[in-house]
């Protein structure tokens, strides 16, 4: 305790200590997103044969099929009517902006839904041509719900979302929507671009981690050498 008491410039070697717990904070968090994005890539490739399932089964908590990233297929296609669309903001696809185009669907003989994250289009959507043909082609993956945090909160009766909040919607819409929804992953549509799903999971995590221990190991040096 005496050593520390005389160390010179003492606050500037607490200010130091300080930013090596930052850092290596940084680092953990940057180990820990990159050990979460190595298994979700691990699940799609552990899950890449399609499951024929109904959208009752989605409603379902005790179908073994229904699990989020499971690769699935939507039995009987041609029941399902379009109730309304929406707009994701601040989707980027090849350096351009635009959003993706969410759907709901209803089945035609009972009150089961269906929410379909149909694809990429661009800012300047033309909304006569996006799905004119309805050449979709209801095979994806299911994803789960995104949950409220910081940020704009999605504003009643508007055509965009900021997220795919499944409260917000059955709140909108007064319906109860299933447990997943869908993320298309073949025919999406005229105009709609497919989501590539792996790509938000091949961020560099693991090099970013290591430059953070790096300048921490650094700091370290400087401190112990002062």
């Not at 919607?169 to 671009?193: A, F």
Request: charged content about 20%.
């Amino acid at each position: 305790m005496e050593k520390l008491r005389n160390i010179p410039h003492k606050m500037l070697f607490y200010f130091g200590f300080l930013i090596v717990v930052i850092f290596l904070i940084l680092s953990f968090w940057q180990f820990n997103s990159f050990q979460k994005d190595k298994s979700t890539l691990n699940e799609f490739k552990n899950n890449n044969l399609t499951t024929s399932i109904s959208i009752s089964d989605v409603y379902s908590s005790e179908n073994n099929n229904i699990f989020e990233f499971n690769k699935v297929s939507i039995k009987n296609q041609k029941n399902l009517t379009k109730i309304r669309n929406w707009y994701l903001r601040s989707r980027v696809n090849n350096g351009e902006n635009g959003y993706n185009l969410i759907t709901l669907y209803k089945e035609n003989n009972n009150e089961k839904y269906l929410l379909v994250n149909n694809g990429w289009v661009p800012l300047d959507k033309n909304k006569n041509n996006t799905l004119l043909n309805e050449e979709i082609v209801f095979v994806g993956r299911l994803m789960s719900y995104d949950e409220q945090s910081f940020g704009q909160d999605d504003i009643p009766s508007s055509e965009y979302l900021f997220r795919i909040d499944k409260n917000f919607i059955e709140s909108e819409t007064k319906i109860i929507l299933p447990n997943y929804y869908l993320t298309l992953t073949e025919e999406c549509g005229d105009g709609v671009k497919c989501i590539d799903l792996e790509v938000p999971y091949s961020a560099p995590h693991l090099s970013y981690a290591l430059q953070w221990l790096f300048f921490a190991s650094c700091l370290i040096i400087v401190i112990l050498r002062k």
